[in-house]
């Protein structure tokens, strides 16, 4: 936590690392991606605003929190893939209309924040 620049940080075993910017109710997101398995630590020097994490993959990598850095996309809302319009399994509306449908389960694009099935999204993290 950085109180002077309102932003908690944190890991996960999905090899990703937030940058949340939760001052201001801006509620903004970025997201550091470099490890090759999970992130297991996380510290902050607040004086140097560097961010140093340990992974799995027995990297070190030292972040410069200065750099601008682009804000993670937001996720879109969607009751169907939106590539193939398969329909999600929460969709029982769809499922029941068209009887062979198979559901799917929701992921979303890191990138562009897109609602996809796995299947148009073989590059899972």
Do not use: M
């Not at 970025?30 to 340990?54: M, P, T, V, W």
């Not at 990598?61 to 999600?88: K, V, Y």
């Amino acid at each position: 936590w950085d109180e002077e620049k309102e932003v908690l940080l944190s890991c996960s075993a999905d090899k990703s690392i937030f940058i949340w910017g939760i001052g201001e109710g801006k509620g903004q997101a970025i997201q550091l991606n470099a490890h090759g398995e999970r992130i297991n630590d996380i510290a902050y020097c607040k004086a140097e605003r560097k961010l140093f994490s340990f992974g799995g993959d027995k990297k070190l990598i030292i972040w410069n929190l200065r750099t601008e850095r682009q804000q993670t996309a937001l996720w879109a809302e969607s009751n169907e893939c939106q590539i193939c319009q398969g329909p999600f399994f929460w969709n029982v509306q769809k499922l029941w209309q068209e009887k062979n449908a198979i559901f799917k389960r929701q992921y979303h694009c890191r990138r562009c924040g897109q609602a996809v099935c796995g299947e148009c999204s073989p590059d899972l993290s």
